[in-house]
């Protein structure tokens, strides 16, 4: 019962942030420098004032500010994000098909980024002091400082150009007609690139911090008992250290994966993968502002709503942890 | 910084030679006229000429035969630039949210607080993406969008050294010295929890280089001056046939922040801090 409360209380808070970001939306837009509607129609739309009027008054912008951010938030409760003029379609059904395919490479990196972080971390941490250590130490360093879209770029030159192992361009073999488990292999070919790249950056931030923690926990009095019981060193750092020194990891997991739907953003535009990253990035070159900041809004519904899963998983995972 | 602060940091291996490599970047970023032969602009050689292709070019030409090592001195100018104003920007802003947090406290921590977890709450690279987008790139919008998605985590930190420090002697006593509030808050309490500010801001300095060469390459870069990220950008629809034009500026960028995380951590061994700011026990 009181999981469900906590439940409740957290999706309220994702609302209202959702809101508050929606309000920033509308306030973005009119901050631009140029008329609004022009901005809004992107420049080819502006250089026809009949078509300005028009939009002028379809979306009220004659109309009291109060009034305008009213309309616009209701449109925005009832998933209407406007319409691309650029592609001639609605924003929300543009961004609805390209939905899967950023759910599908953020959770394979994220999952990939866990699960390898915390294996490395773990397993540098048993080994501490030793070159094995230093060279999980070494190269969590590196991946952290590597711009994401070079790692990308650098990815796509040595596996798909120079030696032709993995495709380096978008989501499926275009026209080859495969269907059934021969699709399902494509997909996962194509998926193999740049779920890798997007993950490695947050594959090292999880090694170090789980590397720092069970160190930590180590020095702790509860595994000086364990060990004095005679348990087993493997027991002890399965059990007792790694137990408890997952926690930073996945509070920091849960702030993180929020982040991660961003750096989808310069996968997506590198790896030519049909996501929203992607669209945000043709919405960009093509000054399409209303796409732009629908865009916006549904990343930062993912991240939000992201945060409030690993949350809930958080609670699950430590029993101890007070829902407040 | 005494003598006890050097010997710490000098112990850290990775933090010397990071310095020394920040150090030689920001000569060549000062030095860029004199060290580079070119305008970062000019077509100066056949386009797509390799490393040492020709006496003088090191590290080859662009598609628009423009000299890259002039490019990458003149790159490093913009990066370390915008790396550090927009840092300042960010430190001086989430210092003030946190220090009225922390100090004071009850409702306006509350309502600070839930304004920073906002900030948190958006992924901020798609943020500063509409920033930059909506205000027209410049090098201005680049700081300011990047100062603005970097704040929160500083504002936390000072939060919560100002809680810790308010209740200490020396703040009662300055109050019952009749200072006034602000003073207590910037000329009492802030300077004592300079040491992790001083870590954190290192390191996002590194992050918000990363962040603008991202911008820069997503073709939101000021077009008015070159950056690395740029120079990737532009590298990116020929790297078929000319991988150098992508690849030098990534390394240039990897190895000034892989230097500035290793100051960082110097720092913070200096300082005697642990990585994430907390003091250390």
Known sequence: ?324 | MNTTFWRKFRRNKGAVAGLVFLVLIVVLAALAPVIAPNSPWDMVQRPFLPPLGAPGFWFGTDTMGRDIWSDLAYGARVSLLIGLVSTLAGVVFGTGIGAFAGFYGGWVDNALMRFTELFQAVPSFAMAIVLVAIFQPSVVSIVIAIAVVSWPPIARLVRGEFLTLRNRDFVHAAKLGGESNLRIMFTQILPNAAAPIIVMGSLMVATAILLESSLSFMGLGDPNVMSWGYMIGAGRTSLREAWWVSLFPGVAILLTVLALNLIGEGLSDGLNMRIDGRRRA
């Open chain 1, 1 to 324: 019962m009181k999981r469900l409360e906590y439940l409740m209380r957290r999706v309220f808070q994702a609302v209202c942030i959702l809101l508050v970001i929606a309000v920033v939306n509308f306030m973005l837009i009119r901050a631009a420098p140029g008329d609004p509607a022009s901005v809004m129609a992107g420049e080819a739309g502006a250089s026809d004032p009949i078509f300005v009027a028009q939009l002028r008054e379809r979306f009220g912008l004659d109309k009291p500010l109060p009034v305008q951010l009213l309309t616009y938030v209701g449109h925005v409760a009832r998933l209407d994000l406007g319409e691309s003029y650029r592609q001639q379609r609605p924003v929300a059904s543009l961004i609805a098909e390209r939905l899967p395919a950023t759910l599908i490479l953020t959770l394979t990196a994220f999952v990939a980024a866990l699960t390898f972080g915390v294996t490395l971390g773990a397993w540098s941490s048993a080994k501490a002091g030793t070159w094995m250590d230093s060279l999980v130490t070494t190269f969590s360093m590196i991946f952290y400082a590597t711009p994401l879209f070079w790692l990308a770029l650098m990815a796509v030159l040595l596996f798909s150009v120079k030696l032709d192992w993995l495709p380096g361009f978008g989501y499926e073999t275009v026209g080859s007609g495969y269907a059934g488990m021969a699709r399902f292999i494509d997909i996962v070919k194509h998926l193999v690139l740049p779920a890798t790249v997007l993950a490695v950056f947050y594959m090292a931030v999880y090694a170090r911090m789980t590397r720092t923690s069970m160190l930590e926990v180590a020095q702790m009095d509860f595994i000086k008992t364990a060990r004095a019981k005679g348990l087993t060193p493997g027991r002890i750092l399965r059990r007792h250290i790694l137990r408890n020194a997952l926690l930073p990891v996945i509070t920091l997991a849960g702030i993180q994966a929020g982040a991660m739907v961003g750096g989808a953003v310069l996968i997506e535009t590198v790896f030519a993968w049909p996501g929203i990253g992607r669209l945000m990035f043709d919405a960009l070159v093509q000054r399409d502002y209303n796409l732009l900041l629908g865009t916006f809004l549904v990343t930062a519904a993912l991240a939000v709503a992201f945060n409030v899963v690993t949350d809930l998983l958080y609670t699950l995972v430590d029993p101890r942890i007070e829902l407040k």
